[in-house]
């Protein structure tokens, strides 16, 4: 490979050709281009591991299918493993106005065939054969590469087959760790958690935490953050809530010590003392932990254009599980009407920000809003940004399926998104729909399951539920669903039948399955 320095002129180089390109990449069905999309969950794979079925997330990118409504649309789709051909069937016949045959013709599937823990990018790259043949089958000048998260290693795929990266140059995710994240917000004035800069040793951490408490007296709860966790796996909780009066910095220091040994992890797998190995590697920051009794936990989605523009595309409430509810499960689209303006504004402030360093594609922000009660009787919401993400995350696919199939609009005024017969559209979704009893359901079982309760989704009403993750069911009876619908009251039914069949047609016994899974909000069915 030629020397880092070249690599980067040249990533640079390719992607000023998306500026020109640009608004034939974001029309839907006047595209004409030939798509490469690398779903490689570049990130720490230890902290991957952490969740159940990882290696099928490959299959959260599948959205990018509905862009083969587009007769002139070629799209290159590369796997670990192969993905089933009636998951491919059952998204090719989603698309409106396209017969299914032209649409299979224009979609070239290439698995590795290897499900080592390793990056799809790192295995695509230490195959040759297979670089060359997706070279061979662009066509130069029209084509892109997109991605679920852009490292050195996509940016070497990029470079090598000569064609731009629709992502975030590798030398700014920084920008979009814990650390990163706390600095943004500090140059943007945003408010957010009392908290450190990024450690890199355990002694380094007792002193951040000895630092921040003495700050804040009163803190009941702490919050230790890999800087480079995923997904919320990398959050460990310190509580303090049970410390009467402490008035020195050396017994402040003492409990600390005293405690980081039981720390509450939020995944189950982990322990203090891998947690404290994986500091020097992937770095940690400590915050304050945010109290409140109403608390909800939303954010928003935008992306800044090869040109420099900054686009608010979604706020979403999230819902989040786990031990503390720090792990995210799924989400509701759009965020409370109290806030989802308000987000906007924050995203678009931090959106400016990330467009002057240089950051291209999409970002997310995630926050935490306390509710509060005015003077006047009047509720207000106190709204703290938590971490940026230079990713496609998990709201990503819900809305990207709703935008891609309805072809509609996303109004700032009002934060919400219009289909093509002029409805609001709103949607319930997860990743996590998990329950031992699906264990064992093949893809074709779930077709078989859409088929006879008709649970699919139409295009011409543009509601029900359209579904993915569909390879983890059979080992980790786990499944992502999307139920769009036309208000958030006909989402949740729709959301909550799909859950009703599942738990039918698997003769679960409620009961069991509730005492061996997490409670999540009102509203909520369990899903584990």
């Known amino acids: 490979m030629q020397d ?4 980067e002129r040249q990533f640079k180089q390719l992607q000023a050709q998306l500026c020109d390109r640009w608004q034939a990449i974001k029309t839907i069905e006047t595209g004409h281009s030939d798509i490469l999309v690398i779903p490689s969950f570049s990130v720490d794979q230890q902290e991957l591991q952490k969740i ?3 290696l099928h997330y490959e299959e959260r990118l599948l959205f990018s299918l509905i862009r083969l409504r587009d007769p002139k649309t070629r799209l290159i789709y590369v796997t670990s493993q192969p993905l089933p051909p009636i998951v491919i069937d059952y998204y090719l016949q989603l698309l409106p106005g396209i017969p299914f045959s032209h649409a299979r013709a224009r979609l070239l599937l290439l698995p590795l065939y290897d499900q080592s823990l390793k990056p ?10 297979l670089l060359e043949r997706i070279r061979s089958s662009l066509r130069p000048g029209c084509s892109y590469m997109t991605c679920f998260n852009s490292t050195h290693l996509e940016r070497e795929i ?11 140059d590798p030398s700014l995710l920084y920008l979009g760790t814990k650390s990163g994240s706390r600095q943004v917000f500090a140059e943007c004035g945003i408010l957010h958690p009392d908290g450190s800069e990024l450690v890199w040793d355990q002694m380094a951490l007792i002193e951040a935490a000895v630092a921040l408490w003495q700050r804040q007296p009163q803190l009941q709860r702490m919050v230790i953050k890999l800087n480079e966790g995923f997904s919320g796996e990398g959050n460990a909780l310190l509580d303090l809530r049970d410390v009467g009066g402490v008035d020195t910095v050396e017994k402040r220091r003492n409990i600390i010590c005293d405690r980081l040994p039981h720390l509450a992890f939020e995944s189950s797998t982990e322990s203090w003392s891998h947690f404290s190995d994986r500091i020097p590697k992937l770095g940690a920051i400590v915050e304050a932990f945010i109290e409140g009794e109403e608390k909800h936990s939303p954010s928003v989605q935008g992306q800044i254009t090869p040109r420099g523009e900054v686009e608010i595309l979604s706020t979403h409430d999230q819902i989040l599980g ?7 499960l799924g989400c509701r689209f759009p965020a409370d009407e109290d806030y989802r303006l308000q987000l906007q504004n924050i995203g678009l402030k931090i959106g400016k920000n990330l467009a002057k360093k240089g950051v291209l594609e999409r970002f997310g922000v995630d926050f935490v809003v306390v509710k509060h009660t005015a003077t006047d009787g009047k509720p207000t919401w106190e709204i703290q940004a938590i971490e940026i993400n230079l990713r496609k995350g998990g709201t990503t696919h819900p809305f990207m399926t709703l935008k891609l199939l309805t072809n509609g609009v996303y109004d700032l005024q009002s934060g919400l998104f219009f289909g093509q017969q002029g409805l609001p559209k709103f949607y319930v979704a997860s990743d996590n729909l998990c329950k031992r009893a699906y264990q064992g359901l093949l893809p074709d079982d779930l077709m078989d399951i859409i088929a006879r309760h008709h649970l699919h989704f139409e295009t011409g009403s543009e509601i029900g539920t359209v579904f993915h993750l569909m390879g983890c069911l059979s080992e980790f009876g786990k499944v992502g669903l999307t139920s769009i619908a036309n208000t958030p009251e006909q989402a949740d039914t729709i959301y909550n039948r799909v859950i009703e069949i599942l738990n039918q047609e698997t003769l679960i016994n409620p009961t069991l399955e509730q005492e061996n899974s997490p409670t999540l909000p009102i509203g909520w069915s369990i899903v584990g």
């Open 4 to 7: 880092l320095a070249a690599v």
């Open 52 to 54: 159940d079925g990882f």
């Open 120 to 129: 799809l990018s790192q295995k695509i790259l230490e195959r040759p054969r």
């Open 158 to 168: 990029s470079v090598k087959l000569n064609i731009p990266l629709l992502a975030a």
């Open 322 to 328: 786990g031990p503390h509810q720090q792990i995210y």
